[in-house]
């Protein structure tokens, strides 16, 4: 299993990110994609996932509508929309799997994540 993301960096709060996810390793139908965060002192939290089975996008409460996360099976990509982007939302983004229909934990399959930095 092997993730890499890409698109982060820096960006005026209001602005949009779009953050990318490479898989390989792994098929998307039996595989669940995750998307985390780590903001800098802070812990990893979960920003939103997509299931395997029936493809239920769920998002943490914090995204309140801003955020998108879709993936391409084809293309094995996952995507993670980021609009009107907060301060707060600085941190390392994380792509992650795990096999079956249940949100990545942090015991399982991560990328080495992208900066995303936002100023005020």
Not at 15 to 31: E, I, K, P, T
Request: proline letters at 2%; glycine letters at 12%.
């Amino acid at each position: 299993v092997q993730l890499v993301e890409s698109g982060g960096g820096l960006v005026q709060a209001g602005g949009s990110l779009r953050l990318s996810c490479a898989a390989s390793g792994f098929s998307f139908d039996q595989y669940t994609i995750g998307w985390w965060r780590q903001a800098p002192g802070k812990q990893r939290e979960g920003v939103a996932c997509i299931l395997s089975e029936d493809e239920t996008t769920y998002y943490a409460d914090f995204v309140e509508g801003r955020f998108i996360m879709t993936n391409d099976r084809a293309k094995k990509m996952s995507y993670l929309q980021l609009n009107n982007l907060k301060p707060e939302d600085t941190a390392v983004y994380y792509c992650g799997t795990r096999r079956g229909n249940s949100c990545p934990t942090r015991d399982d399959y991560w990328g080495q994540g992208t900066q995303v930095t936002v100023s005020s």
